[in-house]
């Protein structure tokens, strides 16, 4: 899933996006923030979607998906981010199969 998102916006298949993004790596999978330029000539986070991997009981594991941020609603690159999301998950489920 980092994979996926590490290069969402470097493959040129869902390019150009209007905001600049930051994809890190956490424990249990990433964070990717959506980025917007600050008075201090840098960048700061407007949005974040973090998705985490979290082990349940019986040693069953669920994949938690969360935005974060209070103009989460707003971002315009959020919908074609969430769109592509399934068809990666469906990747890193079949990978870990074989």
Known sequence: M???AATLTSS???M????PQ???RTPNGFKMSFLQSNDENGFES???IVAELEELAGGQSALLIKGYGDRLKFLVDLPLVMQTMP???KLAIDA???
């Open 87 to 89: 068809g990666a998950i």
């Open 22 to 24: 930051q994809v890190d």
């Open 16 to 19: 150009p996006f209007a905001l």
């Open 12 to 14: 040129g298949q869902n």
């Open 46 to 48: 407007v949005g974040d």
């Open 96 to 98: 870990c199969k074989n």
């Open 2 to 4: 980092y994979q996926w």
